[in-house]
């Protein structure tokens, strides 16, 4: 039976139990990550425009970025000259809008992508986590995910 005050402890908290999983998920990559030479927000931006390179949006731009990775242009935008700095990525202004600004890789962007598989398959190897549990894992936080942004 709940104590009258159990609501408000830490370990009952599931804002906590996200937030202490995300680091630990994030620690857990750091080597993988290392050997890639990214952060783990880098990691990300690379995984959406690899998706991209096999089906890009109409307009491929750190705006669309932004909106798929929930960032703001303040944190893209170093973030992006740090992954055109060491060749990965190529941004160019819209000729029509010049607010707008594209993104696209560079040949050593796409080739990145051939590292990351291997590397990623012996992360997930090395942890021993069931495979089916984390698929339902990610099936329940996409639905979380659309409930809580469904109130705001």
């Known amino acids: 039976m709940s104590q009258p005050g ?21 620690r857990a990559y750091k080597p993988m990550l290392d050997q890639l030479r990214l952060t783990y ?26 909106e798929r990775l929930a960032l703001d242009s303040g944190t893209l935008t170093p973030l992006l000259k740090r992954l055109e700095q060491i060749d990965l990525v190529q941004r160019r202004r819209s000729a029509r809008d010049e607010r707008e600004v594209h993104l ?3 040949p ?4 990145l992508r051939e590292q990351v598989g291997p590397l990623k398959g012996r992360l ?3 942890s ?7 698929n339902d894992l990610r099936a329940g936080l996409d639905h979380l995910l659309g409930q809580i942004k469904a109130l705001t």
Request: charged share 20%; proline share 5%; hydrophobic share 45%.
């Open 6 to 26: 159990d609501s408000l402890k830490l370990d009952n908290q599931l804002c906590f139990k996200l937030y202490a999983a995300s680091r630990a998920v994030i």
């Open 41 to 66: 927000p880098q990691y990300l931006a690379m995984l959406v425009l690899w998706e991209w390179q096999d089906a890009a949006p109409e307009q491929p731009t750190v705006k669309a970025l932004g």
């Open 104 to 106: 696209s890789l560079t």
């Open 108 to 111: 050593a962007g796409q080739a």
């Open 124 to 126: 997930l190897c090395d």
């Open 128 to 134: 021993g986590v069931d495979l089916d549990r984390l």
